[in-house]
């Protein structure tokens, strides 16, 4: 059975730092690229970040490009999402996934789409206090 399980989420204020993991079980995490998405209240979900199979590709939405970086500990089982410069617009529930279709080798915006992830997790709360 397959485990997504996100933490790190929290209270920050604006311009503060937050770094959240995403631990997977139950699959073979190498052969999986790994997504980051977010939700703010009222809104649709939309993609945050993603990151190859071999962790060589990442590509990241505009609204988080030079703030976020995702990373990959295959070792672990984790991927990371460090977030920096935060922003009161940068809160949201972020959801991790995986899909093992998404990217192999390289990863773009048709990357990170919902219908790609195979596998997602239940969220973690990030909130971003002006």
């Known amino acids: 059975q397959v485990q997504v399980v996100e933490s790190g989420g929290g209270l920050v204020q604006a311009g503060g730092s937050l770094r959240l993991s995403c631990i997977v079980t139950?699959?073979?995490?190498?052969?999986?690229?790994m997504a980051w998405f977010r939700q703010a209240p009222g809104k649709e979900r939309e993609g945050v970040s993603i990151?190859?199979?071999?962790?060589?590709?990442?590509y990241y939405a505009d609204s988080v490009k030079g703030r976020f970086t995702i990373s990959r500990d295959d070792a672990k089982n984790t991927v990371y999402l460090q977030m920096n410069s935060l922003k009161p617009d940068d809160t949201a529930m972020y959801y991790c996934?995986?899909?093992?279709?998404?990217?192999?080798?390289?990863?773009?915006?048709?990357?990170?789409?919902?219908?790609?992830?195979?596998?997602w997790g239940k969220g973690t709360l990030v909130t971003i206090s002006s």
């Open positions: 990151i190859s199979w071999s962790g060589a590709s990442r």
């Open positions: 139950g699959l073979i995490f190498d052969n999986y690229a």
């Open positions: 996934a995986a899909g093992q279709n998404a990217g192999k080798w390289y990863v773009g915006p048709e990357s990170l789409r919902i219908a790609g992830m195979d596998y």
